[in-house]
């Protein structure tokens, strides 16, 4: 095998093996996922995909969040959520989203979320078919829970 190829070969190896070691879906953000679509089931609504770039863009929300101790759907970096999948060029019909701070399991945050009309409304929306959970510690120990919803079917809108 020539040497270019050989390169090539080795660093698509690398990239397959860190996407796939870098989203580890076992837990509170997978657990949170396993829980929305039990409320979305229960309320006879498709179950939403967990994707791992919207994952990605949602662990970044969080950890900005983290990072400058913000509580906001406005990033001081990208702006809006919509403005932050256009940013990353994530293709979307429809784009919601859903913070958190403080709820320490997924349970928790799913409970303050369906307390609140708008982002229970997120929740059981039947437009959004994937979704990207974010979720971090700060030194404190507070916690940081992002959600990112998008419907990619333009039939969505």
């Not at 020539?2 to 580890?24: E, N, Q, W």
């Not at 958190?100 to 409304?121: F, I």
Request: charged share 20%; with cysteine.
């Amino acid at each position: 095998m020539p040497m270019k190829k050989y390169i090539s070969l080795l660093c698509l190896l690398f990239v397959i093996a860190l996407t796939t070691t870098a989203y580890d879906y076992s837990g509170p953000e997978a657990q949170l996922v396993q829980l929305i679509n039990a409320e979305r089931d229960a309320n006879s609504i498709p179950p939403l995909n967990l994707d791992w770039e919207l994952t990605r863009l949602a662990r970044l929300k969080a950890e900005e969040m983290k990072t400058y101790k913000l509580f906001d759907h406005e990033s001081l970096i990208y702006g809006s959520p919509s403005q932050l999948l256009d940013y990353y060029l994530i293709p979307y019909a429809k784009a919601g989203a859903n913070i958190a701070m403080g709820q320490e399991t997924p349970s928790d945050v799913l409970l303050a979320w369906c307390q609140s009309a708008s982002h229970r409304a997120n929740l059981v929306d039947e437009c959004y078919t994937s979704v990207g959970v974010g979720f971090c510690w700060d030194d404190e120990g507070i916690p940081y829970w992002t959600l990112i919803l998008v419907a990619k079917d333009q039939e969505s809108q």
